[in-house]
């Protein structure tokens, strides 16, 4: 089975700053990785799939990279409604998908 | 405008069974791959299970492999989870998805509460 892991799994950070976070996965997923964003109570929302690939009417400031096994979700300019937890998902296979165990972005 | 709405879920006694329902609305459903994620109290998504297109392939996490059903009713936009033999770990909110192939699960569901508990 192929593992995802996040680092940091909490992250404190003021707005306008740049955070990044980082994913890895157990074996070589190639790109097909996506990144989440989820609030209490709401559907998480589609950031980033195909590792880099911004989903449509996601703010430019959200940019994806990597391949294989390592992969970041960077946040340019941290605004207000940023401060979430960010899960990356894998799907290289639709026999299993797995979720990274998240990162909470809180405000520092 | 893609919608999914999750129905079905509440308060369930350990060994007991629940099925949820999951109306699509605003895109061709027979066309997609569907998913169902959860999420425990506290806890991070944890993927579920998947359906081919036709239902004619279903895929599970090991955690829920012989007491989950994923199934799936394309002449009426429906996707289904039927759950058996549930215990307190599958206390989770549970959220329907729309899978694309380029992206994985796109379009989400609000989530539906599943609580079990005597």
């Known amino acids: 089975d192929i593992q995802m892991t996040q680092s940091p799994s909490t992250l404190s950070a003021s707005v306008g700053d740049r955070v990044t976070i980082t994913c890895r996965a157990s074996q070589t997923i190639s790109g097909w990785l996506a990144w989440y964003q989820h609030k209490p109570g709401k559907a998480p929302k589609l950031l980033i799939y195909k590792a880099s690939s911004l989903q449509s009417g996601v703010p430019s400031r959200f940019s994806g990279s990597g391949s294989g096994t390592e992969f970041t979700l960077t946040i340019g300019c941290l605004q207000p409604d940023d401060f979430a937890t960010y899960y990356c998902q894998q799907y290289s296979t639709y026999s299993l998908f797995t979720f990274g165990p998240g990162t909470k972005v809180e405000i520092k | 405008e893609v919608q999914l709405v999750e129905s079905g879920g509440g308060l369930v006694q350990p060994g007991g069974s629940l099925r949820l329902s999951c109306a699509a609305s605003?895109?061709?459903?027979?066309?997609?791959?569907m998913t169902w994620v959860r999420q425990a109290p506290g806890k991070g998504l944890e993927w579920v299970a998947n359906?081919?297109?036709?239902?004619?392939?279903?895929y599970y996490v090991e955690s829920v492999k012989g007491r989950f059903t994923i199934s799936r009713d394309n002449a009426n936009n429906s996707l289904f989870l039927q759950m058996t033999y549930l215990g307190v770990d599958d206390t989770a909110i549970y959220y329907c998805?729309?899978?694309?192939?380029?992206?994985?699960?796109?379009?989400w569901g609000q989530g539906i509460p599943v609580t079990v508990s005597s």
């Open positions: 998805a729309r899978v694309v192939a380029a992206a994985g699960p796109d379009y």
């Open positions: 359906i081919k297109e036709d239902g004619n392939e279903k």
């Open positions: 605003g895109f061709m459903f027979s066309t997609y791959w």
